[in-house]
């Protein structure tokens, strides 16, 4: 065996071990690393204000208003022009964001324990659909539904955790997919497996009922509320691979709606972008084709892990939102095998005879095959302050790939 092939099996072999638990939630400045009082985390590779996509920048607006920075558009915008926020991709805090991905120093987030190896990864907690920061959206009920979580949500949320103790998110994820999740677009077993976990620890917060109510009422109608969970477990496993050298295992996959980038365990610290591409999209009612923005979000670190679109044997409804058939969602599944080194051990997939998803992303076989991660995802307007306008499928760009593997040669020769 070469040592790329041993490299890479000792990287799958630490992120098959990794156990991944939620063990509170927390405040990002008080717990994820170089937080700083100006500081926004942002999802996908590094980006500077003036290339930000419509999305992003309204979500930087939405936050700075939040955080109390500015009181209007025109101020947070003068903030960000003048260089007055620090920005910052999530992934280089051991952090992840869905969409446009920002975390402020006041929000809050669940904090994930790797139980295996010890590292941590962290996300904010999810607003729902429809016009909320992490599609862009900055509104007045936008900023009022961030208050209203951070005032009722994360204090009950933080007591249930006291009580829970260590929450096993693998186990959770585990369970889901033979429960017609992918993990990705469709998160409805998983929430409802997590609210299941936590209602006996809520109630015995002894918090005020009407507030358990509004609570559980919220994160209940949200099929989407074990996302925020589902990333960092997944950043969790997928860090305990990396730095692994002579490794070509993609650790992250993500997008910031104006580059897509990779990072390859054996590549530390670099970052590997091209331009983000244009789902195509299903639409919610009221909006067309044309409206979309590009892909956007730290979630696909789902399908790094080898999820979302990876395990759409098990969700043949995401695939269909445009259009597909439960084959062609086998068919999308069956292709992933061919880019990747592994089968997880624990994330299976009923339709295919129980066979393991797809695990290990090889730099090497994408560029040699042509086959590109297949990504299920949401999708933002194009212009900042609107919201989402749909759910979409999309491909990751080559470019990445192609530069991974040449700066992989130049350092390992």
């Not at 186990?171 to 998160?187: V, Y």
């Not at 009407?210 to 960092?232: A, C, H, Q, W, Y």
Request: aromatic share 8%; glycine share 12%; hydrophobic share 40%.
């Amino acid at each position: 065996m070469g040592k790329i092939e041993e490299a890479n099996e000792e990287a799958v072999k630490k992120i098959l071990e990794a156990k991944p638990v939620a063990i509170g939630v927390k405040k990002a400045r008080d717990v994820i690393p170089g937080m700083t009082e100006r500081m926004l985390l942002h999802a996908g590779p590094p980006i500077e204000w003036k290339q930000m996509s419509g999305p992003t920048r309204g979500a930087v607006i939405g936050a700075a208003i939040f955080e109390g920075w500015a009181d209007k558009e025109e101020g947070a915008v003068k903030l960000a022009e003048r260089g007055e926020i620090e920005f910052t991709p999530c992934h280089d805090h051991d952090a992840v964001g869905p969409m446009a991905g920002v975390i402020s120093p006041s929000m809050s987030v669940y904090v994930v324990e790797n139980q295996e190896h010890g590292n941590k990864a962290y996300c904010n907690l999810n607003e729902g659909l429809g016009k909320v920061l992490r599609y862009g959206a900055y509104s007045a009920e936008v900023i009022d539904k961030l208050k209203w979580m951070e005032e009722e949500m994360a204090p009950l949320l933080t007591e249930a955790f006291k009580r829970s103790g260590p929450i096993d998110l693998k186990e959770i994820i585990s369970k889901a997919l033979h429960m017609g999740d992918e993990c990705h677009c469709r998160n409805v077993a998983t929430s409802l497996i997590f609210l299941k976990t936590m209602i006996p620890h809520i109630i015995e917060t002894g918090f005020d009922g009407e507030v358990i109510s509004r609570v559980m009422k919220f994160m209940g109608d949200n099929v989407l509320t074990f996302l925020n969970l589902l990333m960092p477990a997944c950043k969790a496993m997928l860090d305990a691979g990396h730095g692994i050298e002579y490794s070509t295992i993609v650790t992250t996959l993500t997008r910031n709606g104006t580059d897509f980038g990779i990072r390859v365990s054996g590549l530390p610290g670099q970052w590997f972008t091209a331009p983000a591409p244009t789902p195509e999209t299903l639409f919610f009612p009221g909006f067309k084709k044309g409206d979309e923005g590009r892909d956007i979000g730290d979630s696909a670190i789902a399908e790094t892990m080898g999820l979302g679109g990876f395990a759409s044997a098990n969700a043949p409804a995401v695939v269909q939102v445009v259009g597909g058939t439960p084959q062609d969602a086998a068919n999308y599944s069956r292709e992933m095998r061919e880019i990747t080194v592994a089968k997880h051990t624990s994330f299976t997939m009923p339709f295919m005879n129980f066979e393991g998803t797809p695990l290990g992303i090889d730099i090497r076989k994408v560029v040699e095959t042509g086959i590109l991660p297949f990504i299920n995802t949401g999708v933002a307007h194009k212009e900042p302050g609107v919201g989402g306008v749909g759910f979409g499928l999309v491909r990751a760009p080559m470019d990445c790939f192609k530069k991974a593997l040449k700066a992989f040669a130049e350092k390992y020769g």
